[in-house]
């Protein structure tokens, strides 16, 4: 079992940045593909960012591409995501995911996750 805790979300202006934090819980963590989904109002969740079990894979969507990047640190079962330049339309609600089933491989379709975060919001003002 995988509990995870996402932190960092809130407000901030267009052009400003944030690092959101994901802390989990479990054994599986050190071994897991971690993701960060969003959800803008209106829209189905989306992929983010994400990263391998050792931090030296990680995979960016397009539309983030430049601006985010996904770090993690297993040693305090955390997974980061800085994100610079933010646009108002990154504007959302952020979820933390885990993959238990894959080590190396960072799958885009939230259906291959297995534990996910309870999401925290981030606001980006025009």
């Known amino acids: 079992q995988v509990q995870l805790v996402e932190s960092g979300g809130g407000l901030v202006q267009s052009g400003g940045s944030l690092i959101l934090s994901c802390t989990a819980s479990g054994r599986m963590f050190s071994n897991s593909v971690m993701a960060w989904f969003r959800q803008a109002p209106g829209k189905e969740r989306e992929f983010a960012a994400g990263?391998?079990?050792?931090?030296?894979?990680?995979q960016v969507a397009d539309s983030v591409k430049g601006r985010f990047t996904i770090s993690r640190d297993n040693s305090k079962s955390t997974v980061y995501l800085h994100m610079l330049t933010l646009r108002h339309e990154d504007t959302a609600v952020y979820y933390c995911?885990?993959?238990?089933?894959?080590?190396?491989?960072?799958?885009?379709?939230?259906?291959?996750?297995?534990?996910w975060g309870q999401g925290t919001q981030v606001t980006v003002s025009p």
């Open positions: 990263v391998s079990w050792s931090g030296a894979i990680t």
């Open positions: 995911a885990a993959d238990v089933n894959s080590r190396n491989y960072v799958r885009s379709s939230q259906s291959e996750y297995d534990y």
